[in-house]
């Protein structure tokens, strides 16, 4: 297998974008992401959406998008996996530079979320639960996560106030990011006194709806050393697992296996581990997940996910920097979208291109994207090279 | 890249299959391809679905059905392009073994598609063709490919009784093929007597709606020769190819711009032409789809396909049979499992299992599956190997 190389990243305002469709969000940024690599062709294209059936009632995604963008005929792939279904794009365009097919591929996830109604967008992010042992009989998101919250709280001691801890730090960083949803910085209090959804989570606690795309451009390290105007960033390690989606058959809540195999087969590739990790992008679309999965990652210690969130380790700053971009909760989650986006940011980082949320020194950067509670997880390592 | 084989395959039998959920067709087909091939584990896997959320409220769909065939952690991705969802499945699994990120892959395809009523079943299949252009003013397939039959009368002089050959042929096949749909032999009067659907199609050009599965299992050559007990079938050339999806954007109806570009880059790969395929399985969706199809791969003159059809070339015992198994149209066509079905019909082939149905001498056969009308397009050539 070839290195790969990330040579063009682009992302543009994610929010609710009323006035532009799917593919406008979509061409919009990948022009960025063009324009960014300083290409004038691609070989491939991958795209990640959960849901365009649902949310928009388009299916046969890759091709209308691979036309409007302008570069059919060339071969384009939509791949779903739920809220994981960008990282999984990601990595489906990384193997398919790797094998020797194409040379430079263009990995895009978008979602247009706002053209249903809440109830309706409910329903919909509920098809990535177990339809007919889970969502049928009326489960939610929130409810699930409400579900991983208490198995937390009850076996490590986790409190309210560190669940709001994650939340108020992902706005800290998000209020940075001028293509963050959700801008305002927020107190702990905020998050206590906001609305219950399903308890113990507010819905600060959550993840919003949200309209937008993010785009990357991959190819081959030895040309990227040729064409490339940007510090490069290679990718070292990837990682797929897929776990059980209903909760009847997992025997802990709390610990994202899925999370952990993805990671595992990452950090093999890339021969190294959680402490040569110097920032990453995770899936906190609720509070609770952010926690679990900074645990699973190996960052921290089981059942202290909690803490470190409150004890800024994972804050600006902090010894690990998490979800610098505001992460889902501040940024927004489109959810196709997501995973492609932490790669942005991740690159935008190991570039020193940051601007005032730069994290120091960031050279080895992790991505984690997972669909649902976890029944898919991606997660990919890249490192600036010298 | 590493050379690849098909190893195993599966089917079940095909129809309105009111008693079994979409998992429950996926595994069982799942199960045939494992034990047809020999294998006890997998390294990864790809599902071919059309609209998993909008037939049966599931999307998630390749960690679900990895979950219920006990595969769970492995890597599994699904992957859509409307109905050529099946055939890009099995080029990205071609792919990952060919890149050398796996060693055994499974892939299938897969739809559920009688859970819906008809009318439902007709407005989810018109999320493959344009949401804003198309579809939302109320064109529906059938509505569609008259349009194309229409503009090839037009153009070639074909005939309303050279359409209704190809229906004839294709159920004369598919009565020789136990687990298709529809077995009834028929004849050119039965379909111009049938049903008028959208002039000048009639219900007996249209392929049906159908619940079904098909899989298929890859690994490298080299792994093939050591543990297959079958003719090996190596996958010597694929090609794929997107296209405008919308109408107004073609210069001409009834040219499958994207069956040429994807079967000109399989050619292309395998180094031989179509004077030397022996078989094919092509996208029959509707009668004129096989006329315009078998011109696009270059079988023959482009206008000559409705003569073809009648001409007894592309029957079985003819110069180049196209669908044995039946195709689309009596086999049926559960949209995400077609273009998986059609590589287990080319390997039964070539590995002389075909039965009564079997094709004299076959060693090279193509498969094509296409998107909506042609917006994506999938094009394998397999050869059995000395």
Redesign the interface.
């Known amino acids: 297998?070839r290195d790969v190389a990330v040579i063009g990243i682009g992302m543009t305002k994610w929010g609710e974008l009323w006035e532009k469709?799917l593919?406008d969000i979509f061409v919009e940024t990948a022009l960025v992401a063009l324009d960014d690599a300083g290409v004038d062709h691609i070989d491939a294209m991958y795209v990640g959406c959960?849901?365009?059936?649902?949310f928009?009632?388009?299916?046969?995604?890759?091709?209308?998008l691979?036309?409007y963008l302008g570069v059919?005929?060339?071969?384009?792939?939509?791949?779903?996996?739920?809220c994981a279904s960008g990282g999984?794009a990601f990595r489906?365009g990384f193997?398919?530079v790797?094998?020797?097919?194409s040379e430079i591929v263009l990995v895009a996830g978008v979602e247009k979320m706002t053209d249903v109604g809440v109830d309706e967008a409910t329903y919909?992010l509920s098809?990535?639960?177990?339809?007919?042992y889970e969502?049928?009989h009326g489960i939610t998101f929130p409810g699930l996560y409400a579900m991983i919250a208490r198995a937390h709280i009850h076996a490590y001691g986790t409190t309210r106030e560190q669940l709001a801890h994650v939340a108020v730090k992902n706005h800290q960083h998000g209020a940075m990011n001028p293509l963050a949803q959700y801008r305002q910085k927020i107190t702990v209090e905020d998050v206590l006194n906001s609305t219950l959804v399903a308890d113990p989570l507010r819905v600060l606690d959550c993840s919003p709806i949200t309209d937008g795309a993010a785009a990357v451009i991959l190819c081959p390290v030895n040309l990227a050393k040729k064409i490339s105007k940007h510090p490069i960033a290679r990718v070292i390690g990837s990682g797929?697992?897929?776990?059980?989606?209903?909760f009847h058959?997992r025997s802990d809540l709390t610990s994202l296996?899925?999370t952990m195999?993805a990671a595992g087969a990452a950090y093999k590739m890339a021969g190294i581990g959680p402490g040569q990790i110097h920032l990453a992008e995770v899936h906190d679309c609720f509070t609770i997940a952010e926690i679990c999965v900074i645990e699973a990652l190996g960052f921290v210690e089981r059942g202290h996910g909690g803490k470190a969130a409150k004890s800024g380790m994972t804050a600006l700053g902090g010894k690990i920097p998490v979800n610098t971009s505001g992460g889902l909760k501040s940024k927004g989650h489109p959810v196709g979208a997501t995973g492609v986006a932490q790669v942005y940011e991740i690159v935008k980082q190991l570039r020193g291109d940051a601007g005032e949320r730069q994290v120091t020194n960031a050279r080895v950067g992790l991505t984690q994207n997972m669909?649902?509670t976890g029944?898919?997880t991606v997660v990919h390592i890249l490192e600036v090279q010298p």
Chains 1, 2 share one sequence.
């Open positions: 297998m469709s593919r959960m849901s365009g059936g649902l928009v009632g388009q299916e046969h995604l890759s091709s209308l691979a036309d059919a005929p060339i071969p384009a792939v939509r791949v779903e996996s739920a999984l489906q193997i398919d790797a094998s020797g097919m919909v098809t990535a639960a177990d339809q007919e969502s049928y797929h697992a897929t776990d059980t989606i209903a058959s296996e899925g195999r669909g649902g029944g898919s």
